[in-house]
């Protein structure tokens, strides 16, 4: 069965950079996109950006762009997501989502939580 | 950009039908996408293509999509139908994904 593992929970200053993995199993690797979305407190889902797996060519909403790096290991079926320049308002669930044979998400990573504090 | 418009909250007593809609312009034209989020939980999908449901989701759960609204209907809601719902479109245009704000079902 498809799974989604991500890292654990992150506490990170503000001005520093967090790097989120998740671990793809159940299904080949290359073969779906991987999206990352966030939900910060009180807010809601916020769609982030996306890599192919296979070709490494990625794309993000206008909001990130700049901060956000979204890498692959095929080696290991892992996506990576890498947010710098991290502020009090990053504050969030990060999840990574496999799209499906159309433009939804049918599986979900359990999440991570990232802080950002001083 | 393509903007995704929800109501901010949405209450049914059980057993009744609850609606829960989502605007956009001529968003009848696209595939729009449920998901229920509960608390503390990853989003789980339970509508794609405007109104298939994937396997394991009941068959409460439905939708449909024209013009300018799709709605997500949920037929004889549970206590455990409470949570968050979002819809969710690809907008070909800026090759972008686009989630509606969010509707809080309360079960009263």
């Known amino acids: 069965q498809v799974q989604l593992v991500q890292s654990g929970a992150e506490v990170k200053k503000p001005g520093a950079s967090v790097k989120v993995s998740c671990k793809a199993s159940g299904y080949t690797f290359s073969g779906n996109s991987m999206h990352w979305v966030r939900r910060a407190p009180g807010q809601g889902l916020e769609w982030m950006g996306w890599i192919d797996p296979n070709s490494g060519g990625t794309n993000s909403a206008q909001k990130f762009q700049g901060r956000v790096t979204m890498t692959r290991d095929t080696s290991i079926s892992t996506a990576y997501m890498e947010l710098t320049r991290l502020r009090s308002d990053d504050t969030a669930v990060y999840y990574c989502?496999?799209?499906?044979?159309?433009?939804?998400?049918?599986?979900w990573g359990q999440g991570t939580l990232v802080t950002v504090s001083s | 950009s393509y903007v995704l418009t929800q109501p901010p909250s949405v209450s049914v007593a059980p057993g009744q039908t609850a609606r829960i809609t989502c605007g956009g312009n001529n968003i009848g034209s696209r595939s729009v996408h449920w998901y229920q989020q509960k608390p503390g939980q990853a989003p789980v999908l339970v509508v794609y293509d405007d109104s298939d449901r994937p396997s394991g989701i009941p068959e409460r759960f439905s939708g449909s999509n024209s013009g300018n609204t799709a709605t997500l209907t949920i037929s004889r809601v549970e206590a455990g139908d409470e949570a968050d719902y979002y819809c969710q479109v690809w907008d070909s245009s800026s090759e972008l994904w686009v989630f509606g704000g969010g509707t809080k079902l309360t079960v009263l």
């Open positions: 989502a496999r799209d499906g044979s159309g433009s939804w998400f049918g599986y």
